[in-house]
């Protein structure tokens, strides 16, 4: 006899959310995939790779130095891939690899890192890949096996870029490398103001997306180090001058349609994707915890949007 989808589930099952809103996760870590990609999120908006990079103890330099590049890379196409098999051809944004010197400092290979007297304006996101070819090849290596595996979900997101240069100069070195540019999602983080005051130079550039990194946006426009205790009540994500530069940055995307998301932890307050979606922005990440939460937000604020629009004609 056949059975009633009431028999099965126990009951009517929930009607999954739908939302005009791209609602995406973060993702740190291949062990947190299956629960992130049980959220019923539209992809990852962030894949922060250097968690699995720390993770194995040795510096990228290391890797090179001894000759075992094949493990470095296989270690990081494996990791990858085992978070896009929980996402079923959805995109995939994985960020290049943004971890400062002093994190590599106490392991395998770190002696040669450099000693900053302040590692987070430093050598680190793109900066680092861009002086280290051989660092920035490994990573791309991963990369193109994905591609060649069939893996087309899978975009790059470049973090602490700051001019339109860093983003042509990366896509160049990818070229460099084998890869079909032109025909792959590449994107960079907002997280610099000047990649917010200068983002039609960027789209020009042939961005494909950008994303909000408002945990560092936040810190290099109001000058408060995102770390630190004594001024941690003026980190403010609704600082009328951070609003400012990312408002500016989500319409002129919009203009030259380009995708914008947002994947700082300010995507995961309802209050701010809220005023996001009412300022155009089309994608949002958030922690894997608040993804229903985020998707119940976007859904409210479109039906009001679209009520508003409506009643106003
Ligand atoms: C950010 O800066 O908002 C971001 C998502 O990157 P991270 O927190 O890893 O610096
Ligand atoms: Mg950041």
């Given at each position: 006899e056949a059975q009633t989808p009431q028999a099965v589930t126990g009951g009517f099952a929930p009607a999954p959310i739908i939302t005009a809103t791209s609602i995406k996760v973060n993702v740190s870590l291949p062990e947190a995939a299956k629960r992130a990609a049980a959220t019923g999120a539209d992809g990852v908006g962030l894949l922060r790779i250097e968690h699995l990079i720390l993770g194995l103890g040795k510096t990228p330099g290391w890797f090179i130095r001894n000759k075992k590049e094949d493990e470095f890379i296989n270690e990081l196409y494996t990791g990858i891939k085992t978070v896009m098999d929980e996402f079923n051809g959805k995109p995939v944004w994985v960020r290049t690899l943004d971890a400062p010197t002093d994190e590599f400092r106490n392991m395998k290979g770190g002696e040669d890192e450099p000693d900053e007297h302040n590692p987070m304006l430093g050598w680190r996101g793109i900066r680092r890949d861009l002086q280290s070819r051989d660092q920035f090849r490994l990573q791309v290596e991963a990369f193109k096996k994905l591609w060649d595996a069939g893996y087309d979900n899978l975009g790059i997101m470049f973090p602490l870029v700051g001019h339109p240069d860093e983003f042509i100069a990366a896509k160049e070195m990818m070229r460099e490398f084998g890869v079909d540019v032109d025909n792959r999602t590449l994107g960079i983080m907002i997280e610099i103001p000047s990649s917010a005051?200068?983002?039609?130079?960027?789209?020009?550039?042939?961005?494909?997306?950008?994303?909000?990194?408002?945990?560092?946006?936040?810190?290099?426009?109001?000058?408060?180090?995102?770390?630190?205790?004594?001024?941690?009540?003026?980190?403010?994500?609704?600082?009328?001058?951070?609003?400012?530069?990312?408002?500016?940055?989500?319409?002129?995307?919009?203009?030259?349609?380009?995708?914008?998301?947002?994947?700082?932890?300010?995507?995961?307050?309802?209050?701010?994707?809220?005023?996001?979606?009412?300022?155009?922005?089309?994608?949002?990440?958030?922690?894997?915890?608040?993804?229903?939460?985020?998707?119940?937000?976007?859904?409210?604020?479109?039906?009001?949007?679209?009520?508003?629009?409506?009643?106003?004609?």
């Amino acid at each position: 006899e056949a059975q009633t989808p009431q028999a099965v589930t126990g009951g009517f099952a929930p009607a999954p959310i739908i939302t005009a809103t791209s609602i995406k996760v973060n993702v740190s870590l291949p062990e947190a995939a299956k629960r992130a990609a049980a959220t019923g999120a539209d992809g990852v908006g962030l894949l922060r790779i250097e968690h699995l990079i720390l993770g194995l103890g040795k510096t990228p330099g290391w890797f090179i130095r001894n000759k075992k590049e094949d493990e470095f890379i296989n270690e990081l196409y494996t990791g990858i891939k085992t978070v896009m098999d929980e996402f079923n051809g959805k995109p995939v944004w994985v960020r290049t690899l943004d971890a400062p010197t002093d994190e590599f400092r106490n392991m395998k290979g770190g002696e040669d890192e450099p000693d900053e007297h302040n590692p987070m304006l430093g050598w680190r996101g793109i900066r680092r890949d861009l002086q280290s070819r051989d660092q920035f090849r490994l990573q791309v290596e991963a990369f193109k096996k994905l591609w060649d595996a069939g893996y087309d979900n899978l975009g790059i997101m470049f973090p602490l870029v700051g001019h339109p240069d860093e983003f042509i100069a990366a896509k160049e070195m990818m070229r460099e490398f084998g890869v079909d540019v032109d025909n792959r999602t590449l994107g960079i983080m907002i997280e610099i103001p000047s990649s917010a005051i200068l983002v039609e130079d960027f789209i020009k550039a042939g961005i494909n997306f950008a994303s909000f990194g408002t945990n560092d946006l936040i810190q290099y426009t109001l000058a408060i180090d995102r770390n630190n205790q004594n001024v941690a009540e003026m980190y403010n994500p609704k600082h009328p001058a951070v609003l400012k530069l990312i408002k500016y940055a989500i319409e002129r995307c919009r203009m030259g349609g380009v995708e914008c998301s947002i994947c700082g932890q300010a995507g995961s307050d309802p209050e701010m994707v809220k005023w996001l979606i009412e300022t155009g922005i089309t994608s949002v990440s958030a922690n894997i915890d608040a993804v229903p939460k985020i998707r119940e937000t976007a859904a409210k604020t479109e039906l009001k949007m679209i009520l508003d629009a409506a009643r106003r004609n």
